[in-house]
C-alpha cells in the first residue's frame, strides 16, 4: 500500500487532515463529532515516515481504539498494539512478505525497503504471521 493509497482511504472515510504543530506528537486522531487527523509536517521528514504514520492513524479509527488523556498505561498500551495491528497488516501483508522472500530478499532492512516502510512494521508483521500461524497456514512456509 502507498501513501496515495492511504490518502483515498482517508478521503473515502471522509476523515478530515490538517497540519497542525504538536510538542510531543507527529499525529493524532480525533474521533468526536466527526473524525480529523492532525498531523505536524514539520516532524515528517520522509514519505516511508509519513505513510507509516497515517497507516497507524487509520488503525486507530478502524480499530475503534481511541483513548483519552485522562485513560490508564494499560488500557493506551492495548489501543495502541490494535493500531500498530491495522498499520502491519496493511503495510506488510504476508503475500508482501511472501513476494520479498521470492525476490531473495530476507534481511529485515531489505525488505523494509523493498516495502517503503519502517523495519520495526516488518518484525511486528512477520511476529504476529508467525505466532497466528498465517504464513504457514496460508502459504506452506516452514517456520
Known amino acids: 500500500m502507498n ?3 492511504l490518502y483515498e482511504i482517508i478521503d473515502r472515510e ?16 480525533i474521533n468526536d463529532c466527526y473524525t480529523c487527523i492532525f498531523i505536524d509536517y514539520s516532524k515528517i521528514h520522509s514519505y516511508i515516515e509519513e505513510k507509516c504514520i497515517l497507516a ?9 481504539s481511541y483513548y483519552s488523556i485522562n485513560s490508564n498505561q494499560q488500557f493506551i498500551d492495548k489501543q495502541e498494539y490494535k493500531a500498530k495491528k491495522w ?14 522472500f ?31 500461524d498465517i504464513l504457514r497456514a496460508n502459504y506452506k512456509i516452514c517456520g
Open 102 to 132: 521470492q525476490k531473495g530478499i530476507y534481511n529485515l532492512y531489505d525488505i523494509a525497503d523493498e516495502l517503503r516502510i519502517e523495519p520495526n512494521i516488518v518484525t511486528f508483521a512477520y511476529k504476529y504471521y508467525i505466532n497466528n
Open 56 to 64: 497507524e492513524e487509520l488503525g486507530h479509527y478502524y480499530y475503534d
Open 14 to 29: 471522509n476523515i478530515e487532515v490538517n497540519s497542525y504543530k504538536m510538542q510531543n506528537a507527529k499525529a493524532r486522531i
Open 87 to 100: 498499520k502491519a497488516l496493511h503495510l506488510c501483508s504476508p503475500q508482501s512478505i511472501l513476494k520479498c
Open 3 to 5: 501513501l496515495s493509497s
